[in-house]
Nanobody, 124 residues
Framework: QVQLVESGGGLVQAGGSLRVSCVAS????????MGWFRQAPGKEREFVAVISRGGDSTDYADSVKGRFTISRGNAKNTVTVQMNSLKPEDTAVYYC?????????????????WGQGTQVTVSS
């Protein structure tokens, strides 16, 4: 089992940047592929990005490709998303999620653990 704690959200103007991070408990972090999802008010949770266990494979939602970069540090049990050129439509609560699948991709059912979320608000 793994516990996840997100941080780094906040308020930023459109075109700005933010970095959201997630720290995982336990000594088996490298056994999990890690993903980020987001949920805006009144909308379903949607996939943002995923990174494989070793960090050698990544995938992104079309809406964030070229603007967001996911990375991980297995030595420190962290996974981070650098978000650049932010848009008002990026406003949401961002969740870090862990999966035992090799590469879970966009399927939210493939992720067994998630954190409490961190709010990202982009003003126009």
């Amino acid at each position: 089992q793994v516990q996840l704690v997100e941080s780094g959200g906040g308020l930023v103007q459109a075109g700005g940047s933010l970095r959201v991070s997630c720290v995982a408990s336990g000594r088996t972090f490298s056994r999990y592929a890690m993903g980020w999802f987001r949920q805006a008010p009144g909308k379903e949770r949607e996939f943002v990005a995923v990174i494989s266990r070793g960090g050698d494979s990544t995938d992104y939602a079309d809406s964030v490709k070229g603007r967001f970069t996911i990375s991980r540090g297995n030595a420190k049990n962290t996974v981070t998303v650098q978000m650049n050129s932010l848009k008002p439509e990026d406003t949401a609560v961002y969740y870090c999620e862990a999966s035992t699948s090799v590469f879970p991709g966009v399927n939210p059912d493939a992720y067994a653990y998630w954190g409490q979320g961190t709010q990202v608000t982009v003003s126009s």
